[in-house]
């Protein structure tokens, strides 16, 4: 079986457990023949069984059986909602299986653009995986390029473009857009990552990918009209917290570091976010927006 049917499978399971909460082997094996999910032919229990090690394994989803009534479900129903790469890889196979099984529209679904610089992901995996040096070309927008070797500590996925978190030659962390690398080549020189060292942590007190020394701020955010339900659906960082709610408006905190990339993120609501905290971040947005006004 090739692997993107398998892959299909897999999500199938899932997504049939989330819908339905809680099935016996029967039930699903019942919506498994209904959905023609192997052009009608049962699932075997051994094959479930295989399924569901593979979907942890691959996923961190774990499907547990209630002992009383043998129905499986998903006992860590909030893996599904976090940022790791399982989700990531969940939801990046679940949109490949809806687009092939509809490609008879396709001339009717509008896609983004692809992340930029893909090329490189396969070699910087490698790096990544087994812990050698990368020697990479760079070309910065309006500068010259240059060579560098770099110890690849982790990937980030930002607004359609890849960054590759990586110590330098010169023992300084640094970000490498993708799209902006000239050439990728795996070396054999190894390099030791740091045992305590985690990519989350790493990025936890910031919006996007700018890592710099800007201080931890306590911001309250006042969205209008339909934003309150943008910042619900998708929250602009972890910390992220409603605190106040009306018939016009609602107010969010978060405790973040407001680099250029937040503040790009909040301008990009126009006026559908206002900040009302730290006072010193509301003068910065009011300065932003009174320069942008003067080129209109």
């Known amino acids: 079986m090739k692997p993107a049917q398998i892959f299909h499978q897999y999500i199938w399971i899932i997504n049939t457990l989330r819908a339905y909460h809680k099935l016996t082997l029967e039930e699903l094996?019942?919506?498994?023949?209904?959905?023609?999910?192997?052009?009608?032919?049962?699932?075997?229990?051994?094959?479930?069984?295989?399924h569901r090690d593979a979907i942890q394994d691959m996923f961190g989803i774990i499907i547990d059986c209630e002992p009383t009534t043998y129905k499986y479900y998903i006992s860590n129903k909030e893996v599904l909602s976090d940022d790791s790469i399982e989700r990531w890889l969940f939801s990046t196979l679940t949109v490949h299986g809806v687009l092939a099984d509809s490609a008879a529209v396709k001339e009717r679904l509008v896609l983004e653009s692809a992340p930029a610089g893909e090329q490189?992901?396969?070699?910087?995996?490698?790096?990544i995986h087994t812990n050698r040096r990368l020697r990479i070309g760079y070309q910065k927008f309006q500068a010259e390029g240059y060579e560098r070797m770099v110890c690849p500590y982790?990937?980030?996925?930002?607004?359609?473009?890849?960054?590759?978190?990586?110590?330098?030659?010169?023992?300084?962390?640094?970000?490498?857009?993708?799209d902006r690398m000239t050439m990728v080549e795996l070396t054999d020189v190894p390099f030791e990552m740091p045992a305590d060292f985690s990519p989350q942590e790493y990025f936890s007190e910031y919006f996007g990918v700018l890592t710099d020394h800007t201080p931890m701020a306590h911001v309250v955010l006042r969205a209008y009209d339909k934003t309150p339900n943008y910042l619900r659906t998708l929250p602009l960082h972890h910390s992220q917290r409603e605190i106040a709610c009306t018939e016009h408006y609602a107010d969010f905190s978060l405790d973040i570091r407001p680099t250029a990339d937040f503040l790009g993120e909040l301008l990009s609501h126009s006026d559908g976010i206002e900040v009302l905290q730290p006072p010193e971040l509301r003068e910065k947005m009011r300065q932003m927006i009174t320069k942008n006004l003067k080129r209109y």
């Open 29 to 50: 094996n019942q919506k498994w023949q209904e959905d023609g999910v192997t052009d009608g032919t049962p699932l075997p229990r051994a094959s479930f069984y295989r």
């Open 120 to 127: 490189y992901l396969n070699t910087i995996i490698r790096a």
């Open 154 to 178: 982790a990937l980030k996925l930002f607004h359609q473009r890849w960054y590759l978190l990586a110590l330098n030659d010169e023992d300084q962390m640094r970000l490498y857009a993708l």
